[in-house]
């Protein structure tokens, strides 16, 4: 593409970009996620009409591999599908000593749908553990009394930017044989230690969703250091086939359809590649301008004279250098009776909020429905998390002073409400 054309369609997307309203809300989860590159890059893809899954797609996962420190990326169509084939490929008879029905799997109580039901669908049996109730993260001490001769898998959730021990949870599974995959959609670019999360296990997985670290509207990834892995989770993204993985010319008339698995159409269209992957390249520079923000949001809040210890707020756990997603706050206890009332309050003022990801999930009704529920069992950090918290936006453009006048004018009113 010509500069000038590149100048003409910037000056377009500009033009437009002023006439869209995308939130009417004073401070919604996120104001506009894209920048007029971002959405340069989708149309130059649209224009070129080779938009399926191509050159662009391979490019950012051998990018989004680099950055990460795993030997491989592979791009979904969402962090969901890239839990899928996560479960999925654990159970393929391709995979070495692969699970068979009825294995148990061990997952948090606060947790995100597919989080859960991949294991279900995959045929495992979920064990829930709590959550540590100053991170928001598994109880590693709770998994370890959890484990028994079923237990064949763990699924970690990586909660909003932050993680428990995930060393200590990854030796856990070595030493007992077990394998791991770390659900890290909602913490791309947060470390323990010197390593990425989703590094850890045997398969990490991200999204690239809206409101995410970074977005491609919708779009996801999975990693993995196994060569034998990823050529099977490659083969199950798309159908089942080999293509793009064995040159098959000599043996087959047709080397495209040979079929060596079982699969799904997982794939990505390499438009959302594109987005994602220009996001991708200022994924730091995100994750720096969050962080400056909940710095400024905490300090705002803390500082004001309306300030009476009202909330608890999120906060990194040891080791952790966190890519923060969303602003999670804890209402102490004092106030807890006016949550409803809080939450109404602050949503007709324009301040969007929502549960932190799907609450204690023991409570969610489509556990009723599968009967995972194990008897005479809580949750009671994951309870405490679902009466207590909520949590609000954490934009990728500095805040202003006004919005933070707002923020603590309208947060800190839960006492006189």
């Not at 064949?152 to 030796?171: D, F, R, Y």
Request: with cysteine; hydrophobic share 35%.
């Amino acid at each position: 593409m010509q500069k000038k054309d590149q100048i003409y369609l910037k000056n377009l997307i500009n033009k437009f970009s002023k006439n869209i309203v995308l939130d009417k809300r004073k401070y919604p989860l996120l104001e506009n996620a894209f920048s007029s590159e971002d959405i340069l890059s989708g149309l130059k893809v649209l224009l070129s009409q080779k938009i399926t899954m191509a050159e662009i797609t391979k490019k950012f996962e051998h990018e989004f591999a680099k950055y990460i420190g795993t030997k491989y990326a592979l791009m979904v169509n969402s962090g969901s599908s890239a839990n899928l084939l996560a479960s999925f490929a654990l159970v393929n008879p391709q995979k070495k000593n692969y699970l068979r029905q009825g294995d148990e799997c061990l997952i948090q109580a606060l947790c995100w749908s597919t989080s859960l039901w991949p294991i279900v669908q995959a045929g495992l049996i979920p064990k829930f553990i709590d959550v540590e109730l100053n991170s928001f993260n598994l109880n590693v001490k709770s998994l370890e009394e959890k484990i028994t001769k079923k237990t064949k898998a763990i699924m970690v959730v990586h909660v909003l930017g932050n993680s428990s021990n995930i060393e200590k949870i990854s030796n856990i599974a070595k030493k007992n044989n077990i394998f791991l995959i770390e659900d890290t959609c909602e913490s791309l670019g947060s470390k323990y230690g010197s390593k990425f999360l989703g590094t850890f296990g045997d398969f990490g997985t991200y999204s690239f969703y809206y409101s995410h670290q970074i977005t491609s509207g919708e779009g996801g990834m999975i990693v993995c250091n196994s060569k034998e892995d990823y050529q099977l989770i490659y083969s199950m993204r798309s159908h089942g086939w080999d293509r793009g993985l064995n040159d098959n010319s000599k043996n087959k008339i047709f080397p495209s359809f040979n079929f060596i698995n079982s699969g799904f159409n997982l794939r990505p269209l390499d438009i959302a590649a594109a987005i994602g992957f220009n996001q991708f390249k200022r994924l730091n520079s995100l994750m720096k301008i969050r962080s400056e923000n909940r710095t400024k949001i905490i300090n705002k809040l803390t500082t004001s004279p309306l300030w009476k210890n009202q909330f608890t707020f999120l906060h990194a756990s040891k080791k952790v250098r966190p890519s923060w997603f969303g602003f999670p706050i804890l209402i102490n206890k004092k106030y807890i009776y006016k949550k409803k009332k809080f939450i109404d309050f602050i949503n007709k003022k324009g301040i969007e909020s929502r549960m932190i990801l799907s609450g204690n999930f023991m409570n969610q009704s489509c556990i009723k429905l599968y009967n995972l529920k194990e008897e005479n069992t809580l949750y009671n950090n994951a309870q405490e998390i679902e009466n207590r918290g909520f949590f609000i936006g954490l934009h990728t453009k500095s805040i202003s002073k006004k919005l933070l006048n707002y923020l603590e004018k309208n947060l800190l009113m839960i006492e006189k409400i």
